[in-house]
């Protein structure tokens, strides 16, 4: 139908429905719930391990120390087994003189209840002591060390080794 040249560019605004946001209500209620319950789900264990020290400082700051000399326990872990050692001295091992104090078994597994025994030996020896370094290669797993210093730590509630200290790679 014609209209009139004075209604032809006036036609009537159109009303826009009101804004719907119930969808995103909706996705929010549902998101943030599983949000929630995965978080929960991420547990975080800790280990308390000593970094090593670069320096001593000044020796006139130095609290007076025992007279006896520290016993500077050290298992050093290589592919072939555990080595323990001490101030001046290495513990030798059973078989080769050159080889490690504890070695693997012949399957390739470590021998933590013989590293546990022999720190009880040493423990009986030097009651005093409490800090161990644990030194180890580059290729060695995150879990051979925890396994090394679970088996230094304690045994049957008795604490034998507690104060670890991670030593850098072996050359």
Known sequence: MARKPSERGHRAEEKLPPLNIIPVMNLMIILIPSLLLMAS????AVINVAAPQIGTGDPSEREDED???RLNL???VTDRGFTISGSGATLPGEGEESGPTIPTTPAGEYDYEALTRQLVELKD???EEEQVIINAEDDIKYD???NVMDASRELDGRLLFHQVVLSAGIA
């Open 74 to 76: 050290t298992i050093t």
């Open 144 to 146: 051979i060390l925890i």
């Open 67 to 69: 007279e006896e000399e």
């Open 41 to 44: 789900f991420v547990q975080l």
């Open 125 to 127: 020896n030097f009651p």
